[in-house]
T-cell receptor, first 114, second 115 residues
Framework: DAGVIQSPRHEVTEMGQEVTLRCKPI?????LFWYRQTMMRGLELLIY????????DSGMPEDRFSAKMPNASFSTLKIQPSEPRDSAVYFC???FGQGSAEAFFGQGTRLTVV | AQSVTQLGSHVSVSEGALVLLRCNYS??????LFWYVQYPNQGLQLLLK??????LVKGINGFEAEFKKSETSFHLTKPSAHMSDAAEYFC?????????????FGTGTQLKVEL
């Protein structure tokens, strides 16, 4: 398997524009996570899906952020409108099973909002 | 809620010296605990995990960690540091809420290895 695939790897956009980040989890995995990493706040869980259903979105910063998982092999994280403070590295991760299951991370998308 | 605390955001060791990265957890139930490593411009990679089978857990690249319930700790060690160990290390705890394994990460410890 190619692992968790995220696209794009880098995104530079202007403030106010819509940004869509994409993630393809590892085939067969039933949990998917979106994390955001910044120097100031570290690694934050934004949202967590299990069997394509959002379980916990308490980490989503505000209504400008939305995430979907229309099927087991694809998820998107959308920011609309984007702001400079959204600049960060966004990671997608997937896992199979419960509790002790390892989460596999993608390479991340580095988002810069200017 | 489950959480982990990593003491020391930056640790510097000499090549060949002992590596000790500290992690304490807070959990109302027996936890599953993990250590991940992040190399520059990459995603996180699992080093090792504790699942209650054994308190001393061995991972990749010569790392190991010991679960100590009495101290609520899960410190990461390596007997002899190598330059290639320079990276950021994250401790994490799993919450099986919703049928999965939601991971909550610590703030990370940047390991620097000097000649």
């Amino acid at each position: 398997d190619a692992g968790v695939i995220q696209s794009p790897r880098h995104e530079v956009t202007e403030m106010g524009q819509e940004v869509t980040l994409r993630c393809k989890p590892i085939s067969g995995h039933n949990s998917l996570f979106w994390y955001r990493q910044t120097m100031m706040r570290g690694l934050e869980l934004l949202i967590y899906f299990n069997n394509n259903v959002p379980i916990d979105d308490s980490g989503m910063p505000e209504d400008r952020f939305s995430a979907k998982m229309p099927n087991a092999s694809f998820s998107t994280l959308k920011i609309q409108p984007s702001e400079p403070r959204d600049s960060a590295v966004y990671f997608c991760a997937s896992s199979f099973g419960q509790g002790s299951a390892e989460a596999f991370f993608g390479q991340g998308t580095r988002l810069t909002v200017v | 809620a489950q959480s982990v605390t990593q003491l020391g955001s930056h640790v510097s060791v000499s090549e060949g010296a002992l590596v000790l990265l500290r992690c304490n957890y807070s959990s109302s139930v027996p936890p599953y605990l993990f250590w991940y490593v992040q190399y520059p411009n990459q995603g996180l990679q699992l080093l090792l995990k504790y699942t209650s089978a054994a308190t001393l857990v061995k991972g990749i690249n010569g790392f190991e960690a010991e679960f100590k319930k009495s101290e609520t700790s899960f410190h990461l060690t390596k007997p002899s540091a190598h330059m290639s160990d320079a990276a950021e290390y994250f401790c994490a705890v799993s919450d099986p809420a919703g049928g999965g394994n939601k991971l909550t990460f610590g703030t990370g410890t940047q390991l620097k290895v000097e000649l």
